[in-house]
């Protein structure tokens, strides 16, 4: 099976920056593809960023810019750049790996969230 483990959020004032981390563990090696995911009080879940095993990324229209998802395959890490932020990314954050369980297919692991609070 495969773990992850989100940290790095806080508050900040409108335009400040935040790194989000996600730490992967167990069976990286079958891992996929790694996305960020956000949640506002009475909001639905969205993606934010996700990159594939191959390196390929790809961005909600409303981070484009501002959020950059880069990895470090040494530290079986995923990270989440934030910069420019605004209020409007008050969320918990989450960390969502997709990867490959032998015998029984795609499984899907989800992080305890993070929460990232940006004041005006």
């Not at 508050?11 to 593809?33: D, E, K, P």
């Not at 960020?36 to 990324?57: D, F, K």
């Not at 910069?83 to 032998?102: F, G, I, M, Q």
């Amino acid at each position: 099976q495969v773990q992850v483990v989100e940290s790095g959020g806080g508050s900040v004032q409108a335009g400040g920056s935040l790194r989000l981390s996600c730490a992967a563990s167990g069976r990286t090696g079958s891992i996929n593809l790694i996305g960020w995911y956000r949640q506002a009080p009475g909001e639905q879940r969205e993606l934010v960023a996700t990159i594939s095993s191959g390196g390929s990324t790809n961005y909600a229209d409303f981070v484009k810019g501002r959020f950059t998802i880069s990895r470090d395959n040494a530290k079986n890490t995923v990270y989440l750049q934030m910069n420019s932020l605004e209020p409007e990314d008050t969320a918990v954050y989450y960390c969502k790996a997709r990867y490959w369980r032998l015998g029984t297919g795609p499984e899907i692991s989800w992080g305890q969230g993070t929460q990232v609070t940006v004041s005006s």
